[in-house]
């Protein structure tokens, strides 16, 4: 069983993607953002392995316009061959499974012939890039069956017709997933046995949208198992929590390590991949990871605690304490109660106070390094938060600038100036 999580990498240097507008997709801008995407893509590639994550969905933005062949007419696995073996390599010699997930706007079930020709180019495209990169059909794409159109048997039965008519490459990747507001698991399962497709079960989006049945998850991902083929690998699953007091259906900004644990021992028996969908993104995968390890070690812990460390100081110096104490044990491996207390911190707002004591816990990483004119500019930007806490967002871009000047390791691995 894998935990993983999607698309993009936070608190990992140089790691975010670039794109253009429609009228400044020229072919050289277009190769330049390229390359820049997949050296990211590669170091995302690295950290996961480094970090023992080996489940990955790769953003649908590294090639952009990717699926509009008017606006982008390169033959990019062509030019960037090299590169898509490269990658490719790393993901398979790391035992690391990645898949995509088209967006909203890809609709094979549409009533609009223009409509369905742009999803099926969609899928075109993702279907490509997986192809270049050589991996095998257990690295899938994800899509969502679409709209009902006032007419949901009408709507399933398109997406039947338009499924058989695919490039057979397409389908050897495709699942399908319920969503939380038209198609139930039960829609998707039966829409699976006309098809053939694979279905993979989203846990959030049955809660808020299914037949009224009272079913276990586990029940439903049996159900979806039975879908699933050799060739298509391990069944996966869409894990999320609800963002308290957020609206219906938005996904947490992490994953509650309690909650999750219930589901993980409820469904473990299933043997299945789970893909998170979180806002903090492997922040929370590397939790569940180290919360469900058969390795454990608290010297992850302690590395975990060196990247949260002033991000809990500047909410709770009673917090930061515990979990000093907490990990004193070099025996333990208190995993639980160590995330609970940073769950815990991260609730709290920002003080002030504690924020500046926090800056210079910080600050005393560069204070030496720094010259007379940066060290006169923290003071004065320093000063400026008790006037304006607004302010805070600017001095912690200016460490970080200064972090990244003078390659300070021990900061630029912490989340400090992510959270």
């Given at each position: 069983m894998s935990i993983g999580y999607a698309c993009l990498t936070k608190g990992v240097p140089e790691a975010n993607y670039k794109t253009c507008r429609k009228s400044n997709a020229t072919n050289e801008n277009l190769i330049s953002l390229i390359e820049h995407n997949l050296n990211v893509l590669e170091r995302m590639i690295d950290y996961n392995h480094q970090e023992g994550i080996r489940l990955f969905r790769i953003s649908s933005d590294i090639i952009p316009f990717g699926s509009d062949f008017l606006v982008n007419d390169l033959d990019w696995t062509k030019l960037f061959e090299v590169s898509f073996t490269q990658i490719g390599e790393k993901i398979k010699r790391y035992g690391i499974r990645v898949s995509m997930h088209p967006g909203q706007y890809t609709v094979l079930n549409s009533p609009?012939?223009?409509?369905?020709?742009?999803?099926?180019?969609?899928?075109?495209?993702?279907?490509?890039?997986?192809?270049?990169?050589?991996?095998?059909?257990?690295?899938?794409?994800?899509?969502?069956?679409?709209?009902?159109?006032?007419?949901?048997?009408?709507?399933?039965?398109?997406?039947?017709?338009?499924?058989?008519?695919?490039?057979?490459?397409?389908?050897?990747?495709?699942?399908?997933?319920?969503?939380?507001?038209?198609?139930?698991?039960?829609?998707?399962?039966?829409l699976s046995r006309r098809t053939g497709a694979p279905v993979v079960y989203d846990n959030l989006h049955h809660r808020l949208n299914n037949d009224g049945e009272l079913y276990s998850d586990a029940y439903w991902i049996n159900k979806?198992?039975?879908?699933?083929?050799?060739?298509?690998?391990?069944?996966?699953?869409?894990?999320?929590?609800?963002?308290?007091?957020?609206?219906?259906?938005?996904?947490?900004?992490?994953?509650r390590i309690d909650e999750f644990m219930a589901f993980y021992e409820e469904v473990k028996p299933c043997d299945v991949d789970i893909m998170l969908e979180v806002k903090d993104k492997n922040l929370s995968?590397?939790?569940?990871?180290?919360?469900?390890?058969?390795?454990?070690?608290?010297?992850?812990?302690?590395?975990?605690?060196?990247?949260?460390?002033?991000?809990?100081?500047?909410?709770?110096?009673?917090?930061?304490?515990?979990?000093?104490?907490?990990?004193?044990?070099?025996?333990?491996?208190?995993v639980?109660?160590?995330?609970?207390?940073?769950?815990?911190?991260?609730?709290?707002?920002?003080?002030?106070n504690k924020a500046i004591n926090s800056l210079d816990h910080v600050w005393g990483y560069l204070n030496k390094q720094a010259t007379a004119k940066e060290k006169e500019?923290?003071?004065?930007?320093?000063?400026?938060?008790?006037?304006?806490?607004?302010?805070?967002?600017?001095?912690?871009?200016?460490?970080?600038?200064?972090?990244l000047k003078y390659n300070e390791a021990y900061l630029l691995g912490s989340l400090y100036f992510e959270l």
């Open positions: 609009r012939k223009e409509v369905v020709d742009r999803a099926i180019d969609d899928l075109t495209y993702h279907t490509l890039f997986l192809n270049a990169l050589g991996v095998d059909a257990e690295s899938k794409l994800i899509l969502h069956v679409g709209g009902v159109y006032g007419d949901k048997s009408s709507a399933m039965d398109r997406f039947a017709v338009v499924y058989e008519q695919l490039d057979n490459r397409i389908k050897e990747r495709l699942i399908i997933e319920n969503d939380d507001r038209s198609y139930t698991i039960e829609d998707v399962l039966s979806a198992k039975k879908t699933w083929h050799k060739k298509d690998g391990r069944p996966k699953v869409h894990y999320s929590q609800q963002q308290l007091n957020g609206r219906e259906g938005a996904h947490s900004q992490f994953i995968a590397v939790k569940c990871h180290l919360a469900t390890t058969t390795e454990p070690k608290i010297k992850d812990l302690e590395k975990e605690w060196s990247r949260y460390k002033y991000t809990v100081l500047e909410r709770s110096p009673e917090i930061y304490a515990s979990i000093r104490n907490l990990l004193k044990d070099k025996s333990s491996y208190p639980i109660q160590f995330y609970r207390l940073i769950e815990a911190a991260l609730s709290q707002d920002i003080d002030m500019r923290y003071r004065k930007y320093k000063a400026d938060i008790l006037e304006e806490p607004m302010n805070l967002d600017r001095v912690k871009r200016f460490l970080y600038k200064l972090a």
